[in-house]
């Protein structure tokens, strides 16, 4: 086996793939900023208590998923983070970011980790982007985020999403509709499949969410959570939906939706892209109130989030033709020496160049001129400075627009000004 080989589950990002990455993490970035959300990044690993507490043990994550490691003799294990909101609900109770503010609203763009079977759009170390609403959680602070990330979507140009969306309740609610849930399930205990049997005591209503057809039947027929629902529940959800429906967002109730995590209550929500076969799922999220009291706050935080893949979101995206052409921007100029000679005088003015701020490049390689040229093409630089012995006695120095052809032998203040003008010519177009 080849020692030069990506470990399993991990991918690399190449320079061409990264223009890609950012066009979207700049989007991101944009739109984080208009809706007054701040970047927070957080440690990628914690204490693994964190995640058993916060996501719940009986959840596939916890007791499948985690990458899960003893770094000393202490005894206490650390885990590769598996989502963020956890984490980021303990750095905030940590620095007791609600003191200076009563509402923080936090972003992140994040390397995760989870143990699960490699496949197109899921990897073992993956990204996500996300955001963590904490203070809040009334009906408009639930549909706001779930404006900030159907605007994400918006901005990208993706088409053929669905937004589905239901309530989980109270906790008082969930209580009495697991009962119910148990009870109806008993009678078909040996139909189940292995992994709703386990999760029939520890947490049947993940049963509801099994992708396995030969479950479909079964599910189809069980009661429904929004039956169970208590008054309130219900006003709160009615609530958000009509401010999804005032800012004219689509969505559609989905009664059997509930998220893979033990923290949410009331509002959950996932976003489907028709663009990604079947494992559609593009992100999601949902109101979280109890998190802070699972991780051993005193009190309650209102709270809500969502995260969304970002390998799942490239793919649909490429699919749609979204995504810019993949070709990393080349240099504003590259500086051609023709004699190797005079390359320490060269050296110097491409440092002189960057302090200008003028996106610079040199043959490191001693290479020919037509070598340095054809360099300077395949880099796709705008234009290209000749350096030679009769350049520096003359002070006048040819620049040549690559892109245009054209020629003009320049002083070397007048090169610059030049080179400026160019830039600012192309940073202008759109």
């Known amino acids: 086996m080849s020692h030069y080989q ?80 956890a984490g980021v609900m303990r750095a905030a109770l940590q620095k007791n970011l609600l003191a200076s503010a009563p509402v923080q609203k936090l972003y992140y763009i994040s390397e995760l980790f989870r143990k699960e079977r490699p496949q197109a759009g899921r990897q073992r170390q993956f990204s996500q982007f996300g955001a963590e609403l904490l203070g809040a959680s009334s009906p408009a602070a639930v549909a706001e985020v779930i404006m900030f990330m159907m605007h994400v979507f918006d901005e990208l140009g993706l088409s053929g999403l669905r937004l589905r969306i239901n309530s989980l309740g109270s906790i008082d609610d969930r209580r009495r509709y697991r009962e119910a849930l148990r009870a109806y399930l008993a009678p078909h205990y040996d139909r189940l499949d292995d992994a709703s049997r386990e999760r029939f005591e520890k947490n049947p209503l993940r049963i509801l969410d099994s992708k396995n057809p030969d479950m479909q039947e079964i599910v189809a027929g069980a009661p429904r959570l ?59 999220g949902g109101r979280y109130d109890s998190l802070a009291l699972e991780l051993g706050s005193p009190k309650e935080v209102p709270a809500a989030g969502f995260a969304v893949g970002m390998e799942r979101l490239l793919i649909a995206m490429q699919k749609q033709g979204l995504l810019p052409e993949a ?63 009769d350049e520096l006695s003359s002070g006048m120095f040819p620049l040549k627009d690559l892109d245009a052809s054209f020629q003009e032998t320049l002083p070397l203040e007048g090169a610059i000004a030049r080179m400026r003008e160019r830039s600012i010519t192309k940073q202008d177009q759109p």
């Open 226 to 284: 929004h039956e169970h629902l208590g008054d309130e529940a219900r006003r709160d959800f009615d609530l958000v939906l009509g401010y999804l429906s005032g800012r004219g967002i689509d969505y559609r109730i989905d009664h059997l939706l509930v998220r893979g995590l033990d923290y949410y209550s009331y509002t959950a929500f996932e976003v489907t892209s028709t663009a990604l076969g079947a494992q559609d799922a593009l992100g999601g």
């Open 327 to 389: 070709v990393p921007a080349g240099p504003e100029v590259c500086i051609i020496v023709p004699q190797q000679e005079f390359f320490d005088q060269a050296f110097a003015l491409a440092a002189r160049l960057r302090d200008e701020g003028i996106s610079t490049a040199i043959d490191l390689a001693g290479r020919s001129m037509k070598a340095q040229l054809r360099e300077a093409g395949r880099m796709r630089a705008a234009s290209a400075l000749f350096v030679g012995g």
């Open 6 to 85: 990506v470990v399993k589950g991990a991918r690399d990002i190449f320079p061409d793939e990264m223009v890609q990455w950012k066009h979207v993490e700049d989007v991101m970035h944009w739109l984080a900023r208009i809706y007054g959300f701040s970047e927070i990044r957080t440690p990628v690993f914690e204490y693994t208590e964190l995640f058993q507490r916060s996501i719940g043990s009986a959840t596939d994550i916890v007791g499948k998923e985690m990458f899960t490691f003893f770094p000393d003799g202490s005894g206490r294990s650390i885990t590769l983070r598996p989502e963020m909101t």
